[in-house]
């Protein structure tokens, strides 16, 4: 065993027995500590009672993205073979609700990468194939499942230009843990490449895609324009924008442009939907809007009180913004005018809707390839927002057209899942 090893076993072991013992972590860290109570336990008890004789294949997904991205993957799965049973782990807290909906057989969380636990659980489990969800491969999974002969995969695999993994330390820490992999599904060619210099043999990589397109695609064909809230904004005459996740630093352009546009296009709407909607963020924003004498109204008022929509609804709950893009003739996506990181640009694409963004986009590979093919047009600052969102409104024929594109290039993407799914296969000798 390697120092490094070593080293990555003290720190597991040491987190695994002060973290529960510990007071006052941050309550998503707290979280995390609870949920993996007594998970040993529980995992054995559900293999006891319902682990077949047949084939197992063990995704993880460490977070809702991933999780997200692994769906379709493991709904293909199991349409090529229905007899596979599917066990399910994830990391992060905020996975817990989507984890409770996956179409599999066992959702629980990771538990902490100590060897011993691992050994327990794959004793339990007995998983024929582990499949990592985009990049998140961890050292000591890989190191008992090499021991176990369970095969390993990479599916939707991705690693940014910028990632540190590609440097040291990360890079020769991590590099033993991504040789031990057997099969990977990459979304491009050039993150083929990035994972090749991070330790996959090169033989070993295939291009499969991207499966979150997927996933959009089937939440896009599954709104109904009957149900609320969709119903209660459809039928809208004018041109409605919706903007979706959103943060303070793009509102401050968004709110002053369209205030603007709106003398000259009376008939525009816009459906504001914040990323985090707490109660501060919403009275900022509200107040904001007064101040640019924009009437508003909050979704909820909508929803509940049976009031009427009004130049701004505010959207005050989360969970809805996937389906209110199916109201929009143009979007605006959130996050690319802060240090946070452009929000999903496919929902809207997958909808037809063309959009904006700000100018640091840099993390989402789609959102470059949406400009290149005329979907989406990124912003600089608050009077280009003003141009080229005018330019729309002025132009609805080009608007449509940039509407289509965006929607072409999904369609264009599609099939990830089944390619993922048919690379795990592989693994089992299907």
Known sequence: MQLREVLYDLGMEAGRRVLPRARFLPSKLQRGVE?????LARVEAWARESRGEGPLVWFHAPSVGEGLQARPVIEALRALRPDIQVFYTFFSPSAEKLAEGMPVDYADY??????DDLMKLMDAVKPDVIAFGKLDVWPN??????????RLALVSGTLAPNSTRLRWPARDFLAPAYARLDAVGAISAADSVRLAQLGVPAGRIEVTGDARFDQVWARAQAVDPKQPPVSLLSGYEGVTLVAGSTWGEGE????????????????LRVVLVPHEPTRNHLMRLEAHLAMHELGHVRLSQIEGEGAEPREVIVVDRMGVLGELYAVADVAYVGGGFGRRGLHSVLEPAALGVPMLFGPRHANAREAGELIERGGAMAVADEAALEAKLGAWLADPEARRAAGTAALSYVQANLGAGRRNAELVLRLLGS
Do not use: N, S
């Open 35 to 39: 949920g993996r109570r007594e998970l």
């Open 110 to 115: 990771m538990p902490f990468d100590v060897v």
């Open 141 to 150: 999974v890989t190191r008992v499942a090499h021991w176990r002969d369970v």
């Open 252 to 267: 401050r352009y968004l709110v002053p442009a369209w205030a603007r546009l709106r003398v000259r296009y009376p008939e």
